[in-house]
């Protein structure tokens, strides 16, 4: 089972670019979150996907979107990045949208 | 709105004993979990509790959860080196969104 799988593992953008990072779900699961963490802090939540569509929405600008594919894999897209979007960028799934999650090991991602 | 809230550090001796702990606000959490994170690494998921339980036992790890007052403890038993990181704490909503705490750095001391 290789558990949820996120690439790239490290990115360097400029600021105003564009970026996508991708997420595999953990083998059997059908729902997708992505979380953001800043350095220090804990993971805030951006989205969750489930039958390819966003289903919760955290507090982030709509620079932020995403996309959910029928194997249940996951894209995140950021637009116009800032400095501040630097950060782990984490992808967790679940089994439907009421079961215990499960991370991967994140995209670093930083803006410069 | 909904808070996690952890102390930011701990610090124990190898073999101890470490008591992490948390409290948050929403009454209608379904699952409330915690986490591991090593540095650089992601976020490992420990063990987590259901909202109708009180106490959860797996191995040398002890959660338990009073909801009147809405706190959550972990307790890590014969605490070992390789316990050292952080522990996020960490209560889901009916539809499985996270809210994390800011996360307690644990120093296990040889």
């Known amino acids: 089972d290789a558990g949820v799988t996120q690439s790239p593992t490290h990115l360097i953008k400029t600021r105003g670019q564009q970026v996508t990072l991708r997420c595999s779900p953990k083998?059997?699961?059908?729902?997708v979150s992505w979380y953001q963490q800043a350095l220090g802090q804990g993971p805030q939540f951006i989205f969750q996907?489930?039958?390819?569509?966003?289903?919760q929405r955290g507090n982030f600008p709509d620079r932020f979107s995403g996309h959910q594919f029928p194997n249940y894999s996951s894209e995140l897209n950021v637009n116009a990045l800032l400095l501040g979007d630097s950060a782990l960028y984490l992808c967790?799934?679940?089994?439907?949208?009421?079961?215990?999650?499960?991370f991967g090991q994140g995209t670093r991602l930083t803006v410069v | 709105g909904e808070d996690v809230e952890q102390s930011l550090f701990l610090s124990v001796r190898e073999g101890d004993s470490s008591v992490i702990n948390c409290t948050y606000t929403?009454?209608?959490?379904?699952?409330l979990y915690w986490y591991k994170q090593e540095p650089g690494a992601g976020l490992q998921l420990l063990t987590y509790?259901?909202?109708?339980?009180d106490m959860k036992q797996d191995q040398r790890l002890t959660v338990l959860l009073n909801k009147k007052d809405k706190h959550l403890s972990l307790r890590i038993a014969d605490t070992q080196t390789g316990d050292s990181a952080i522990y996020f704490c960490?209560?889901?909503?009916?539809?499985?969104?996270?809210?994390f705490g800011g996360g307690t750095r644990l120093m296990v001391k040889p």
């Open positions: 083998s059997g699961h059908d729902t």
């Open positions: 929403d009454s209608s959490s379904t699952y």
């Open positions: 509790i259901f909202s109708n339980m």
């Open positions: 967790a799934s679940s089994l439907g949208l009421n079961t215990e999650a499960f």
């Open positions: 996907y489930y039958e390819e569509e966003e289903r």
């Open positions: 960490a209560e889901a909503n009916a539809g499985n969104m996270l809210t």
